[in-house]
């Protein structure tokens, strides 16, 4: 027993040292910010206000952060719309194409997502590699004005962000049991009906993690709008970044990112309610 | 017995622990002591500094140089401001930053007599009220905010003033700078303003008219506009000047004009941070940066005017009387200087989020 102790104290240490200094703490600090004022000299005046909160019902805000859903839910949709088909037909392959195709979906992760963002600029630009090859293939006479559109910004959203709904979902499909298909087959149901409703209910957590593991990092990623769509609209994310570099409104930048955790926890909320039903229904 | 055992193991791990923490703080203090004294910490404006320059002071000094950068005054000042200066030897804010951070002591007082080559300075750019007698601040590049444009799109004469681009024309075809500052400028110019203005009415009158061009508008950026003007994303827009010349030595279509209700214009100084740990290395690096060769090579590279006298005569001819680099009194008509705005900053920020979000 006593040789395992250190290890267990430095681990267990470590662990709670990491939680607390950069997870508890900061969110502590951000969470207590959101309740001060803003200060002309400091970034914070230590004086109580619910000023920051009631600011955010201002419709300026809402529409925002509606705009800002309303990415995340386009991105999250289309991912799910190519990532479904792409994650069945990976079970569907040998096992000896499946780990190279796995590992073509990990690869892009080795690279950081900002400068993949920065490489579709390259590609969408007007003198860009897109641009040329169309030019030269004679298809168009004047370069296309890719860049900087809403498009543009789907798209890149999509790139940076297809590999999480993949993942979930290939790990479900791979656990289908197909002799239920086949039984439903066999009792006379149609492709779509089995589909429906034994392929869909079956695989509903891996849509619903993938929903969440895109939906999520979607509603932050403010670079790609910013990089592809020109910086023109406005995200959550832009606005508490602003908030502590530019307008220097420290109180208020917290109130909105408390907010944003608190609905995030929300939908966490929910999809372990949904999960936890999707798994009781699966029960016989 | 069992918690006796377990308590002396707690207390031998604590001492275990307590001699790795101490050897990895031994540790780290030799390596911070090594290294202190042959580096440099300068925080700079992006594309500002040949990489040319940085490589010749290490040479001649043995100084290293861990050289960052930003975008923003307000982005190099909350990050200087956080860590109250610590970490951080030489800054390069702009004249009303240079104000508001020496009065909250973010900056240390030079000694002069340390810089040999103060005297290159025009005394006409030196004790301004943001900082008098230049006690804390040496000025390093000044410049202007105007318009640039392709003269393979757009006509020469046509774009004259700031009020031009808002014509139709230009749907979807123009830069903004993705500064809140700059961009209000523009819209207290055109509405007959100073772009300095405290007052909520006259800001919203700029807001109201800078909503009307946002169609014509392809592009907020700040970090390297001059790169969507070469690669022909646009063809008109505002932009630093320093950034035209250096998009029309790779393209001379592209043009740089002041605008007649008047360019933008600031001075950027170099300054020694209050935490700064090197400090003989600071002096050295601003007196190395004065010298005239180094300034005249930094100003042909990046294109920004030199408040560097004996430097603008090194400069060749065709640098010195390009109009982009060194206006003339005419082309600085009606220039105004950004000075701080102080608690209309938040008017401002609000209505450039209205601004972004088109509601």
Redesign the interface.
């Known amino acids: 027993m ?1 040789p395992r ?2 290890f267990k ?2 681990a267990v240490g470590t662990i709670w040292f990491w939680l607390v200094a950069f997870a508890l703490l900061p969110n502590l600090l951000v969470f207590v910010a959101s309740f001060l004022q ?1 200060g ?2 400091e ?1 914070v005046a230590f004086a109580f206000t619910l000023g920051n909160y009631q600011r955010l019902l201002d ?2 805000y809402l ?2 952060l509606l ?1 800002s859903f309303w990415l995340a839910a386009i991105t999250t949709i289309l991912c799910l719309l190519l990532g479904y088909p792409f994650a069945y037909l990976l079970t569907r392959m040998t096992p000896r194409w499946r780990p190279l195709l796995l590992l073509l979906v990990i690869i892009p992760f080795w690279t950081s997502s900002l400068v993949r963002t920065y490489a579709m600029v390259i590609v969408l ?4 590699l897109l641009n040329q090859i169309l030019l030269g293939l004679g298809l168009i006479d004047e ?1 296309l ?1 890719l ?2 559109t809403e498009p543009a910004v789907i798209l890149g959203m999509l790139y940076a962000l297809l590999p999480f709904m993949i993942l979930p979902l290939y790990a479900t499909l791979e656990k289908l049991d197909h002799r239920l298909i086949e039984a439903a087959r066999d009792l006379g149901a149609g492709q779509f009906t089995i589909f429906r409703r034994i392929i869909v209910p079956l695989t509903l957590p891996g849509i619903i993690a993938g929903s969440i593991l895109t939906f999520l990092p979607g509603l932050g990623m403010f670079y790609v709008a910013d990089l592809l769509g ?5 995200l959550v994310g ?2 508490i970044r ?8 420290w109180p208020f930048g917290a109130a909105v990112s408390v907010m944003l955790t608190v609905l995030m926890g929300v939908l966490l909320a929910a999809y372990y309610l949904s999960s936890r039903r999707a798994s009781r229904g699966v029960m016989p | 017995m069992l918690l006796n ?2 308590a002396s ?2 207390c ?2 604590y001492a ?2 307590r001699t790795l923490l101490v050897s990895l703080l031994l540790l780290g203090a030799s390596i911070a002591g090594a290294a202190e004294p042959q580096t440099l910490v300068v925080y700079n404006w992006a594309e500002y500094l040949p990489k040319k320059v940085l490589q010749q002071f290490t040479r001649e000094t043995g100084i290293k140089v861990q050289y960052s950068t930003y975008d ?1 005054n ?2 190099m000042y ?1 990050k200087v ?2 860590v109250k200066g610590e970490g951080y030897d030489l800054l390069v804010p702009s004249t009303y930053y240079v104000d508001r951070m020496r009065r ?1 002591g973010l900056l240390q007082p030079l000694d002069k007599s340390r810089l040999s080559n103060f005297g290159n300075l025009n005394p006409r750019l030196l004790n301004q009220p943001y900082d008098p007698d230049n006690q804390y601040s040496i000025p390093y590049l000044w410049g202007t905010t105007g318009i640039a444009y392709n003269e393979a799109k757009v006509a020469s004469g046509k774009l004259t003033g700031w009020a031009d681009l808002w014509d139709p024309a230009y749907k ?1 075809k123009l830069l903004l700078l ?1 500064d ?1 500052r700059e961009v209000f400028s523009m819209g207290l110019k055109v509405t007959g303003y100073s772009i300095n203005t405290t007052d909520e009415n006259q800001i919203r009158a700029a807001y109201e008219k800078l909503a009307e061009i ?1 169609p014509n ?5 700040a970090e390297s506009p001059k790169t969507k003007f070469l ?3 646009v063809m008109a827009g505002m932009l630093w000047n320093g950034e035209a010349y250096q998009a029309s030595r790779e393209n001379p279509k592209i043009r740089y004009v002041y605008p007649r209700e008047g360019a933008m214009q600031w001075m950027d100084s170099l300054v020694i941070s209050a935490g700064a740990k090197n400090l003989d290395g600071a002096y050295r690096f601003i007196d190395f940066v004065l010298r005239p060769e180094i300034a005249k090579q930094i100003c042909e590279e990046v294109g920004y005017s030199s408040p560097n006298l004996a430097a603008i005569k090194l400069l060749p001819e065709k640098v010195r009387n390009n109009p982009t680099v060194y206006p003339s009194d005419a082309d600085l008509k009606n220039v105004e200087f950004q000075t701080d705005v ?2 209309a ?2 008017v401002y ?2 209505y450039w ?2 601004l ?4």
């Open positions: 006593r102790e250190p104290w430095m803003r002309s000299d970034f419709p300026l529409g925002l705009d630009k007007a003198n860009g370069p004005e860049l900087y020109g910086a023109k609209a406005l832009n606005l602003d908030q502590f570099l530019s307008a220097r409104d | 055992l377990r193991a707690i031998e791990d275990m622990l923003s307000e982005a909350t401001k956080t909250e979807n993705n809140m946002m508008v392809r592009v907020f950026d690669s022909q994303e102080g608690a900053l938040p920020d609000q989020q209205r972004k979000a088109g509601r």
